[in-house]
């Protein structure tokens, strides 16, 4: 069995995480997921890489963004401890969209993975194949490069093909991957 990294965009996997959730009202796995994708690939999960940020905070906190620090704090505690987790952190940025809403966005993340996923030769020398849960197409140019250095980069993402939804994937990450898979509800039991 084959060693791998995965490489976790968390903001992306949380969205699918709450859709499957909502979908049948059963909580879902966090950890075990990225165990049960290894499994499923007959890989070997040497180490975990997950790319998040905090919540935003205004100056001074709302009841609701204490309450999500508090949460965001405790779960980044649990993975800290981890020896085997990597956890990385970029920030948060709220936006009001055109329709006067309050949006919010992850920024520096992607650059984050980036970064590591580039640096995997000097830190892993054996390891061969990466696992990379993610959708957009910030993604490329660094898979085309891991390709040319001997990875295989293996995608997991999640689309629905539907008009103005918050799941859409990059067709070029999609052929740029050496292969990809669309994550589905039983990665989550």
Not at 131 to 141: R, T, W
Request: charged share 35%; glycine share 4%.
């Amino acid at each position: 069995m084959d060693d791998a990294l995965l490489f976790i965009d968390d903001g992306f996997f949380g969205l699918v995480k709450k859709h499957f959730s909502k979908e049948d009202g059963k909580p879902k796995k966090y950890l075990q997921t990225f165990r049960n994708i290894c499994k499923k690939e007959n890989l070997n999960l040497k180490h975990l890489y997950i790319y998040t940020a905090p919540p935003f905070q205004s100056p001074k906190p709302t009841e609701k963004e204490d309450f999500l620090m508090s949460r965001y704090q405790s779960m980044t505690k649990m993975l800290r401890r981890k020896k085997w987790i990597t956890l990385r952190e970029g920030r948060c940025q709220k936006i009001i969209n055109e329709k006067g809403h309050e949006d919010y966005k992850q920024k520096g993340v992607d650059a984050l993975i980036i970064m590591d996923m580039f640096d995997i030769k000097e830190n892993y020398q054996n390891i061969k194949k990466i696992i990379l849960i993610a959708s957009d197409s910030d993604f490329v140019p660094v898979i085309e490069r891991m390709k040319q250095k001997g990875f295989e980069v293996i995608i997991y993402t999640y689309f629905d093909r539907k008009r103005d939804s918050k799941f859409s994937t990059s067709n070029q990450l999609l052929k740029v991957a050496s292969r990809w898979e669309r994550l589905v509800k039983e990665d989550f039991e």
